[in-house]
């Protein structure tokens, strides 16, 4: 593909991350089963990285899931899984089931398990006789689900996919409620006898014959709970003190056994007090909460679901004029399918026949349906709404935009904020340190205040169950994954946590002009043709040595010229000079078109059009030169619109304190007109794209400067990379998009002030959830411990210290779900209305329905506090007092410490930019205005 130097590209797509990985390392994606809190994450992470050619491992407590990069060379799949299991987890890769035809020959069956076995990505091949099922595991970072099953239907075998990552998910998912209601259940069941017959002890003396047998009865059901209960806690407890460390499973295993234990002590030596009760209603109330927060953890990954949700199984492909139901898996480029009214749009193409509106909401948020026509492109997973489409198909696999975007979110969802660095270094050392608080409390209340060995034995016993490092290590994740999965639902992809950290400190914005701030679909507005040439010649030359290139300013000229019924030549000898423009010859002639800069370095004199493109530019118009052989033959006024909210978001991003720049390869003057309209102060002129990269180092430079570059070229993506947050607009190129921190889908501006609110929203909510996890624990474990004994004059018994740590990681997940409120797609809307006053404003103007004396009334300005009407300027000095000064025919106003033209407004009141001028002086000093 060539590109010219203009200023940027804007290539319509959406596909498949560029693989940053050398050829010999592999990602490796990991379901992970058994963790229990956060220190069960950090001791698997620590683990595997111990391992050599480990080179990154991200492991998510609330997805249960692990991402691994390792080199192939140093260290394999098996030893991986094997050190997993080693620390006590169960770490499996994705699983794929395909049913067959019963009558498919052995032979066949044979000879597929040694092919698939033979495909990278592949590990293991499985095939269930009396079920006639195929079970494929597979590494879903190295091959995709829908390339393994093309891989399956090219060796002839009639297959139909059963299970697939979707729905292995969420077989885990239930598997695992439903694995922590039968704990619970079995629990309570048992508690129920032990509490009952404790509170007719406790009331009455009716058991008073029958203690002993009373307590063989309540050491039986107990001993019954340690066993089917307990052995959840024990097995994770003794793995995790088997590697050295510690867990959430540690503490509750030594406060239910120790009461346990004592118990069996006094029940058979007929010494002391039996707590029975007390250790089984930790387990229940333990269990119920991580019941409760197995179904809250699923609703924070309803997005993710909810996407790959949307993915079609099936569609109607025309094969020889016959319409066919095939496998979603089984269609390939270029297949024509027939979506009618109502149905999903199966995977991504381009229209070829029929109009329709097409309801795009699942994949960008926006609920306006797009009106599609042949040309137009559609994704796979929106809904065609009312008319027949013929689309072919475009990309499939991994390629489409519904697959890649699940990619990107699920990705997000795996990466750590650095907000989660603090979090893991405090749960590395609670469990011991909560142990160690514990024992101090026992010595204190038995050795320090003569306290009975029951009593402080129950409030050690307190102490480590009431703590919870569950509610540290689930903080930051839950409220990431709900961040990420809203940001996706609303068209803007986040890719990680730190991305959704960092956004929200972001100062300086800056904006690439052509595709970003204008809809990259510039035309030819003017057409000036020199030295006898006519504009035909003009347009005839310029779209012929255009044809070399994909620019947006190239197309524009190729539109006019063929819109003009020219017929355009053959180039020979065509050269790209990035950031100038574009030569080569048409017969014996040498053409070159480009930029102003270009007409300069090959020595073409403008002399002659000078006026005109100085008028031109001063328009906001891009203008470029077309030359024959040394010799100015016309010049191209190109304009491009710009988008349609590009002030109202200018003008909120300002409201915000944040600055905005521009960078164009545009000339100064152009540049200047085009920032100018839109409100935007500061910008860069005739900016080559290998100069950008600099222009963020430039502002990164400043003082406490946190910079976002938005962008969609190929020439925007080391700015992307480079910039403390890159932002690409969704309809840019793949490359832009892989090096930004945030795409979004649309590429509507708006879509920025929903990304920043969402940004300080969850970091908000980050903030919040770990201060209540820390808070919880610094007030939780003194109160068990006694601390406010004093005060209070009761101590906390075990068994509601076991409520109070099942309720606190509940209560964290749950406070991260209230994200969900955050309606981001009302932020947009308030922008369109936003954007929509300034119109109307500008219209009344226009047709003189609104004077400006009007707008002087209407227009408000803030004082710090008080909002003040201005109408005279005074001298301080003397008294004096003077009309504003009128420009444009009304009275001029105060504005950001200037008199400012009543058609110069802040954008957002629909300003037009015109005249500016300093305050009059009267005394020798400055006049105010009142």
């Not at 111990?50 to 030893?79: C, H, M, Y």
């Not at 002890?201 to 107990?222: E, G, K």
């Not at 229209?351 to 509106?357: L, P, Q, T, Y």
């Not at 969704?730 to 945030?742: Q, R």
Request: glycine letters at 8%; one cysteine or more; hydrophobic letters at 40%.
């Amino acid at each position: 593909m060539v590109q010219n130097g203009y200023d940027s590209t804007n290539i319509t797509s959406l596909s498949n991350p560029v693989n940053h990985l050398d050829k010999d390392d592999i990602e490796l994606n990991l379901n992970i089963s058994g963790m229990t809190c956060a220190n069960c994450a950090l001791k698997i992470n620590t683990r595997l990285k111990s391992l050599p050619g480990i080179q990154r491992v991200d492991v998510v407590l609330p997805t249960e899931s692990a991402k691994v990069s390792f080199n192939k060379n140093q260290v394999n799949l098996d030893e991986i899984l094997k050190s997993v299991k080693d620390i006590g987890y169960k770490a499996t890769l994705s699983r794929l089931e395909i049913s067959t035809d019963p009558t498919t020959q052995n032979s066949m069956i044979t000879q597929a398990i040694l092919s698939l076995k033979m495909i990278q990505g592949i590990y293991s091949v499985t095939f269930i006789d009396e079920k006639k099922l195929f079970k494929i595991n597979f590494n879903s970072g190295e091959i995709s689900e829908n390339k393994v099953m093309k891989e399956f239907y090219k060796l002839g075998i009639e297959g139909k996919k059963t299970q697939g990552i979707l729905e292995q998910e969420r077989e885990n998912y239930q598997d695992d409620i439903r694995h922590k209601k039968r704990l619970f259940l079995v629990s309570a069941i048992i508690l129920l006898p032990i509490f009952t017959i404790g509170q007719i002890n406790l009331f009455t003396d009716i058991f008073m014959d029958y203690m002993q047998p009373i307590r063989y009865v309540l050491f039986s059901l107990t001993t019954i709970s340690q066993i089917v209960v307990g052995s959840f806690f024990y097995r994770g407890a003794y793995s995790s003190l088997k590697n050295k460390s510690t867990n959430m499973d540690v503490l509750i295993a030594l406060g239910s056994g120790t009461a346990y234990l004592y118990s069996v002590y006094s029940t058979f030596t007929g010494y002391g007090d039996i707590f029975f009760g007390e250790s089984v209603m930790i387990f229940t109330f333990i269990a119920l909460g991580k019941w409760l927060e197995s179904i809250a953890k699923g609703r924070t990954s309803t997005a993710l679901t909810k996407l790959m949700e949307l993915k079609a199984t099936s569609a109607r492909v025309l094969r020889d004029g016959i319409e066919v139901d095939v496998d979603i898996d089984e269609i390939d480029l270029n297949d024509i399918l027939v979506v009618k009214p109502g149905e999903k749009i199966p995977i991504d193409g381009i229209v070829e026949e029929g109009i329709s509106r097409v309801d795009e909401s699942m994949i960008t948020g926006e609920s306006i349906s797009v009106k599609k026509r042949p040309e137009d492109i559609v994704i796979g997973g929106t809904v065609n709404q009312n008319g027949l489409l013929k689309i072919k198909v475009d990309k499939i696999g991994n390629d489409t935009v519904l697959s890649r975007i699940i990619h990107m979110v699920r990705g997000a969802q795996t990466e750590k904020p650095p907000m989660q660095l603090l979090a893991d270094k405090i749960s590395n050392i609670f469990v011991p340190t909560v142990i160690a608080i514990g024992l101090i409390t026992f010595s204190y209340w038995f050795w320090g205040q003569s306290y009975t060995f029951e009593d402080s034995l129950l409030r050690f016993v307190s102490v480590i169950v009431i703590s919870c490092p569950c509610a540290l290590g689930l903080a930051i994740p839950t409220a990431v994954m709900v961040g990420t999965g809203l940001g996706a639902k609303s068209g803007i992809l986040i890719k990680g946590g730190e991305s959704l950290e960092t956004v929200h400190k972001v100062n300086h914005i800056v904006f690439d002009k052509t595709g970003t701030l204008t809809m990259g679909k510039p035309h030819v507005v003017k057409n000036l043709p020199f030295n006898q040439a006519t504009m035909k010649d003009v347009l005839y030359f310029a779209g012929s040595i255009e044809q070399g290139s994909e620019h947006p300013l190239g197309k524009a000229i190729i539109e006019k010229a063929l819109d003009k019924e020219i017929k355009l030549s053959s180039v020979e000898d065509f050269q790209n000079i990035p950031g100038f423009g574009i030569m080569g010859k048409i017969g014996s002639d040498k053409i070159i078109v480009g930029n102003l800069k270009f007409a300069e370095k090959e020595d073409i004199s403008l002399q002659m059009a000078k006026n005109e493109i100085d008028q031109l530019q001063s328009q906001g118009n891009t203008v470029v030169f077309v030359a024959k052989n040394g010799a100015i033959i016309g010049i191209l006024a190109i304009m491009d619109t710009l988008k349609p909210n590009s002030k109202a978001v200018i003008a909120e991003l300002h409201q915000q304190n944040i600055r905005t720049y521009m960078l164009t390869g545009d000339h100064e003057k152009t540049a200047k007109a085009i920032a100018q309209s839109i409100g935007i102060k500061e910008y860069f002129a005739e900016v080559l794209p290998s100069q950008k990269l600099a222009k963020i180092e430039e502002i990164q430079s400043r003082p406490n400067a946190v910079v976002a570059m938005v962008g969609d070229g190929i020439n925007d993506a080391p700015a992307l990379t480079k910039a403390d947050v890159g932002i690409a607009i969704g309809s840019g190129t793949d490359i832009a998009m892989e090096s930004a921190d945030i795409v979004l889908i649309k590429g509507e501006l708006q879509n920025i002030i929903a990304a920043i609110t969402l940004s300080k929203k969850t970091y908000n909510k980050m903030k919040q959830n770990l201060f209540w996890a820390g808070i919880y624990n610094l007030i939780g474990i003194p109160f068990a411990a006694g601390v406010f004994f004093g005060i209070l004059g009761f101590f906390v018994p075990p068994g509601i210290a076991s409520l109070f740590m099942a309720l606190s990681s509940v209560s964290v997940v749950t406070s991260a779900l209230l994200l969900k409120r955050l309606d981001l797609n009302k932020i947009k809307e308030n922008i369109n209305s936003q954007n929509e006053k300034s119109k109307v404003i500008n219209d009344e103007i226009s047709h003189g329905t609104r004077s400006g004396n009007e707008i002087n009334s209407e227009m408000i300005l803030k004082d710090g506090e008080k909002n003040i009407m201005v109408s005279k300027l005074v001298c301080e000095k003397c008294g004096h007092e003077e009309s504003l000064p009128k420009h444009c025919g009304r009275d001029m106003i105060p504005h950001e410490g200037k008199l400012v033209c009543w058609m110069n407004l802040d954008p957002k009141f629909g300003g037009m930019n015109c005249g500016t001028v300093e305050y009059p002086q009267h005394c020798d000093v400055q006049m105010i205005a009142k």
